[in-house]
């Protein structure tokens, strides 16, 4: 059995939030990621942009153009 992740390790960086897909492509990470975007505080979106850079590079991508932004920065998802 493996220790947890330490309380700063970000949600999108557990191979089961990552792996896992809904409608094929949106991944419960990238789920995670939206919902703290769209909370708009300061502390929101340095979660959710610590939670993005533990996405893989393609994923990455792939979540830029789900969201329709060029950069993390510019995403404002609504829920």
């Given at each position: 059995?493996?220790?947890?992740?330490?309380?700063?390790?970000?949600?999108?960086?557990?191979?089961?939030?990552?792996?896992?897909?809904?409608?094929?492509?949106?991944?419960?990470?990238?789920a995670?990621?939206?919902?703290?975007?769209?909370?708009?505080?300061?502390?929101?979106?340095?979660?959710a942009?610590?939670?993005?850079?533990?996405?893989?590079?393609?994923?990455?991508?792939?979540?830029?153009?789900?969201?329709?932004a060029?950069?993390?920065?510019?995403?404002?998802?609504?829920?």
């Amino acid at each position: 059995m493996t220790a947890p992740p330490p309380p700063h390790f970000p949600l999108s960086g557990l191979p089961a939030l990552r792996g896992d897909r809904m409608f094929r492509l949106v991944s419960l990470a990238w789920a995670a990621i939206i919902g703290v975007l769209s909370a708009e505080t300061p502390h929101a979106r340095r979660i959710a942009y610590a939670a993005f850079a533990a996405l893989d590079a393609a994923d990455q991508v792939d979540f830029l153009a789900y969201v329709k932004a060029e950069r993390i920065e510019d995403a404002h998802p609504r829920l």
